[in-house]
């Protein structure tokens, strides 16, 4: 069974898109991350769950202020894997992506790592600060132990770069919408329409598109040019802070992922 | 080597041994291909090395004097030759390949450039080169060193430089590296990030060390005029390790000279506090290379110590690794307290004064002058000078810093 192709077949079925948000594991603390996590999971298609790390270079100011937090707070593998263990037994079908940076599995050991995240429930790892040339000793482990190894596809490229990328990424290719980090505002490279296409040709798993999506307008644009979903992150922590709170604005954009 | 970590086939474009590599962002790939191919062009162009040449010898002032010390450990059987790369334009050794990675920033057609610093000694020549350049330059710089080297940022904004200050994390060098690559992630098109250290993703490591090679084959040089053969020991500090690179790469193949790297000890290696690396890191992935550095269990980078800002770098250049496995440079550390000693002892007894950094490497001789050595001739690379630390190190010497 793979939660990723099966949640696809389901969302082709019903005439949607996949909403994907995304949190930090032990975010604000070890002990209330669940509740954070929740909500998010009301209407969650699949969950993106982030290892906090000291030195995040691919995340923007509010992803790093939170992941800061976790860490001050506590937040550990240990913690992270209990949390993991815990939603996969809430939800046994809901597909869960992690997002790391090298150094977090690296000083676990590869193997150790993706046998952990194995055990744990985890469908799928992506490792923020490892392109598709320095993948390999990652998307091994993976493997082996039952992980898809996600890559990111970014709009700058080559035809090269895209084609190993749309080889090695497995359950679905986390593509860039633009360049830049998370939560932040810039645009360059191809439009997504075309980059989606071209992934669509060299046979990658669904497009999920991240970074920079805030409003239902951002994901009808990125759906319109042919992505299978979407993933939120900075936004939410950004918006859990106003006085509506996070719900109403999770249902706007979860509506927004009807075709 | 254990099969939990990536394990290379030998040997790979940007690999020193298994050290080093490109863990990078996907998005940052391109941008380093695009230096890449700009630097293996111009490392064979002789109008760029002609340029690069005509800069270093006009602008910079190079070459700079070897000199011989007059009374630093006289008596001791060490007889001490400093490379006066504080006396290079900027004060300080990275003035040198900063005017090349200028040069190759035109090339490229980049309008904008951006750095990190810690010191502020790479701030400054980045600064000082945007403006001969005329290239506008942001500097990030840890808001705890904008503190620490007030002078420099004061120097950087004269040159006409941004300078942004980082309070993130430890608001240091690491940090700054880290609001730096995220600038570039956004920016890469316009911009060249001007890396300052032999660390960071291939080609860095490589491109750095290449043009600071200058430092060792003169000083080669010069020994050889003065003395008629290589010293017995070259010596220098050791934070990324550019300016150690830069004077050992000339000695490599002299196998009868020592080499030797001086890491920072900060309070002592047992404290905790200190920013030795190779002697008490751990292998790991940071800023773009798998190398030594200071990380916790759970993989979390740990904050550096040192008195000097410009040391003060939880990683190391990814060659340094390599270089202490394969034996060929020995690795040592001086604290603090040595430091700041050899820091005022220079300036009483040569009138010179060295960079904190630099005070690491002369540290070590005068341990070693303690020893009762064997006669022996010692180049110590004077790798910037001490006017940027004066308050910093007036307050210590007043006792109000810890």
């Not at chain 2, 009374?71 to 001791?76: H, Q, Y």
């Amino acid at each position: 069974m793979n939660r990723y192709q099966d949640l696809f077949n389901r969302l082709r079925k019903t005439g949607r898109a996949a909403f994907v948000p995304f949190a930090i594991l032990g975010y604000p603390s070890p002990a209330s991350s669940l509740d954070w996590i929740r909500p998010l999971i009301e209407r969650a298609d699949a969950l993106e769950l982030g290892f906090p790390f000291s030195d995040p270079i691919a995340d923007g100011p509010a992803i790093q202020k939170a992941a800061h937090m976790a860490l001050r707070a506590g937040a550990t593998r240990a913690t992270h894997f209990a949390i993991l263990a815990r939603i996969r037994a809430e939800y046994p079908d809901l597909p869960i992506g992690l997002l790391v940076y090298a150094n977090l599995v690296y000083r676990t050991g590869l193997d150790a790592f993706y046998e952990t995240a194995h055990q744990a429930g985890v469908d799928s790892v992506l490792v923020a600060d490892v392109p598709v040339s320095e993948i390999q000793p990652f998307s091994n482990a993976a493997c082996a132990h039952g992980i898809d190894p996600i890559l990111i596809a970014p709009p700058n490229a080559s035809d090269r770069t895209l084609a190993q990328i749309a080889r090695t990424s497995q359950g679905y290719t986390y593509v860039l919408s633009r360049s830049g980090i998370t939560g932040t505002e810039t645009v360059a490279g191809r439009p997504s329409n075309e980059l989606l296409a071209r992934l669509r040709d060299l046979g990658a798993p669904p497009a999920l598109v991240g970074f920079g999506i805030s409003n239902p307008e951002d994901v009808r644009r990125v759906l319109r040019a042919g992505a299978a979903g979407v993933i939120v992150g900075s936004s939410l922590i950004e918006k859990a802070k106003t006085p509506q709170g996070l719900r109403p604005y999770l249902l706007e954009l979860w509506q927004a992922t009807r075709l | 080597m254990s099969a939990t970590h990536p394990d290379p086939d030998p040997p790979r474009a940007g690999r020193f041994g298994r050290w080093g590599g490109r863990y990078v962002p996907e998005i940052l790939v391109p941008a380093l291909d695009q230096l890449e191919t700009a630097f293996e062009h111009a490392r064979c162009d002789p109008d760029f090395q002609a340029e690069l040449s005509h800069l270093l010898t006009h602008f910079a002032g190079r070459p700079t004097p070897i000199t011989r010390c007059a009374n630093f450990l006289r008596g001791s059987g060490l007889e001490v030759y400093l490379k006066r790369e504080d006396l290079l334009h900027g004060g300080a050794h990275k003035t040198n390949q900063v005017l090349a990675q200028m040069l190759l920033a035109r090339r490229m057609g980049k309008r904008r450039v951006i750095a990190e610093t810690g010191a502020g000694q790479h701030g400054v020549a980045v600064a000082l080169a945007g403006a001969r350049f005329q290239i506008p330059v942001r500097i990030y710089m840890g808001q705890r060193d904008c503190e620490r080297q007030a002078p420099n940022v004061f120097r950087m904004k004269l040159f006409g430089a941004e300078v942004i200050p980082v309070d993130s994390g430890s608001a240091t060098l690491k940090d700054a590296m880290n609001e730096a690559l995220r600038d570039w992630a956004a920016s890469y098109e316009q911009t060249h990030y001007l890396v300052g250290t032999v660390a960071g993703p291939h080609p860095f490591p490589t491109l750095v060390r290449e043009f600071q090679q200058v430092i060792g084959e003169e000083a080669r040089a010069q020994m050889l005029e003065e003395c008629g053969h290589p010293p017995d020991a070259v010596i220098a500090c050791v934070g990324g390790g550019s300016n150690a690179i830069g004077i050992f790469s000339a000695f490599l193949a002299d196998s009868e000279t020592r080499l030797v790297g001086v890491e920072p000890a900060g309070q002592g290696l047992a404290s905790g506090r200190h920013g030795a690396t190779l002697a008490r890191g751990t292998p790991g992935i940071l800023h773009g290379a798998e190398t030594m550095i200071l990380t916790d269990e759970e993989g979390q980078i740990q904050e550096s110590h040192s008195i000097s800002a410009g040391l003060d770098y939880p990683g190391v250049g990814p060659e340094h690794v390599d270089l202490c496995e394969r034996g060929r440079v020995e690795y040592v550390s001086a604290t603090d307290a040595e430091a700041l000693d050899a820091f005022t002892r220079l300036s009483r007894e040569e009138g010179i004064i060295p960079a904190l950094e630099s005070a690491h490497a002369l540290a070590y001789c005068i341990r070693l002058a303690r020893e009762r050595p064997p006669a022996s001739r010692m180049l110590v690379n004077l790798s910037g000078r001490g006017d940027k630390d004066l308050s910093h190190v007036q307050k210590y010497l007043d006792g109000s810093t810890p």
